[in-house]
């Protein structure tokens, strides 16, 4: 059943509210504690990037602190609170780390993230991030395109769509035990959005390589669609020629479309997107088309039904 509009959202309504219910977040926590999972989130592995800044960026916004972006997250795999991945990621092991890149490729190969550290220099890309559930950022990512990976293994004719991967590990991820989504985790893009400038494999935020709540050691990141669609610690890329099925496009189709294009003009199912409300500030905004990157990447959707294809 679908619930009416709200202009201002408690969180517990945006999520699933079987989500957010206290006897699955403490069970979260037990199956945690029974795994052997250290809560505490050591950052003694971040470590200093170089970087250049990237004419990409976005000019004129005030970034969102520090300890916002990596204290305030969604990455079920360690729980569905905010503050879960920050409190339970530090287990999670991302070194050595590799990537399986196949499907319709002339080369398909697994990189280490080393390699894929020397794809392309490392770039300051400051990027607004919008979430689905109607909150903001403002991100200074560290990373490069997408399209030097892509570029790297020669897509053949047949590929059409690219799937993101990430990790599924039952021994360090404690939301594995319910079923959010289908696990793993998958994303996925068409190739021209995969191919876009502005889609970055982020290694990296505020000139460290990335905290394990953020998506560590390789994630992606869209920032003209909803923040979903960024995959976390990914381990494997696929070129294709259908359509993935994507997590949360899966889970439920009619409230997570596989484009996701930030869009005030197309509500959420029971809330509305014309407003968001960026972290820190205490009046909501109203909500930029394509997130303010529409000069940039509106041409790759003309023609398209946005209520069809949302």
């Known amino acids: 059943m679908l619930i009416g509009k709200k202009s201002d959202i408690a969180s517990?309504?945006?999520?699933?509210?079987?989500?957010?219910?206290?006897?699955?977040?403490f069970m979260t926590g037990a199956a945690a504690v029974g795994l052997g999972i250290a809560f505490p989130h050591d950052k003694a592995n971040a470590t200093a990037l170089k970087f250049v800044e990237s004419p990409l960026s976005t000019k004129?916004?005030?970034?969102?602190?520090?300890?916002?972006?990596t204290g305030y997250?969604?990455?079920?795999?360690?729980?569905?609170?905010?503050?879960?991945?920050a409190a339970y990621a530090g287990a999670m092991k991302t070194r050595p780390w590799t990537v399986e890149i196949s499907?319709?490729?002339?080369?398909?190969?697994?990189?280490?993230?080393?390699?894929?550290?020397k794809l392309a220099p490392v770039e300051e890309r400051i990027y607004r991030h919008r979430c689905v559930e109607a909150w903001s950022m403002v991100v200074p990512w560290n990373g490069f395109s997408l399209s030097a990976l892509i570029n790297r293994v020669e897509p053949t004719s047949k590929a059409k769509f690219v799937?993101?991967?990430?990790?599924?590990?039952?021994?360090?991820?404690?939301?594995?035990?319910?079923?959010?989504?289908?696990w793993p985790y998958r994303e996925g893009l068409r190739m021209d959005e995969a191919m876009h400038p502005l889609t970055t494999l982020a290694v990296g935020l505020y000139g460290e390589t990335?905290?394990?709540?953020?998506?560590?050691?390789?994630?992606?990141?869209?920032?003209?669609?909803?923040?979903?669609?960024?995959?976390?610690?990914?381990?494997?890329?696929?070129?294709?020629?259908?359509?993935?099925?994507?997590?949360w496009n899966t889970a439920n189709p009619s409230e997570f479309g596989f484009y996701s294009n930030v869009n005030p003009e197309v509500d959420h199912p029971r809330w509305s997107q014309a407003k968001e409300r960026r972290i820190g500030d205490f009046f909501r905004r109203p909500t930029?088309?394509?997130?303010?990157?529409?000069?940039?990447?509106?041409?790759l959707y003309r023609g398209m039904?946005?209520?069809?294809?949302?």
């Not at 992606?220 to 294709?240: D, E, M």
Request: overall charge neutral.
């Open 12 to 25: 517990s309504e945006i999520t699933p509210k079987s989500l957010w219910l206290d006897r699955r977040r």
């Open 60 to 69: 004129g916004e005030v970034l969102t602190p520090l300890k916002d972006v």
């Open 73 to 85: 997250n969604n990455f079920y795999e360690f729980g569905t609170d905010k503050s879960d991945p």
């Open 103 to 117: 499907g319709e490729v002339a080369k398909p190969m697994t990189l280490g993230i080393e390699d894929i550290l």
């Open 163 to 182: 799937e993101f991967t990430s990790l599924a590990d039952s021994r360090t991820m404690p939301g594995l035990l319910f079923p959010y989504v289908d």
């Open 210 to 247: 990335l905290e394990n709540q953020n998506g560590a050691p390789l994630r992606l990141v869209v920032p003209w669609k909803y923040g979903f669609k960024g995959a976390k610690s990914i381990v494997r890329i696929r070129f294709l020629e259908r359509q993935p099925a994507t997590a």
């Open 288 to 299: 930029l088309m394509f997130n303010g990157y529409g000069d940039q990447v509106a041409s």
């Open 305 to 310: 039904d946005f209520r069809t294809f949302f």
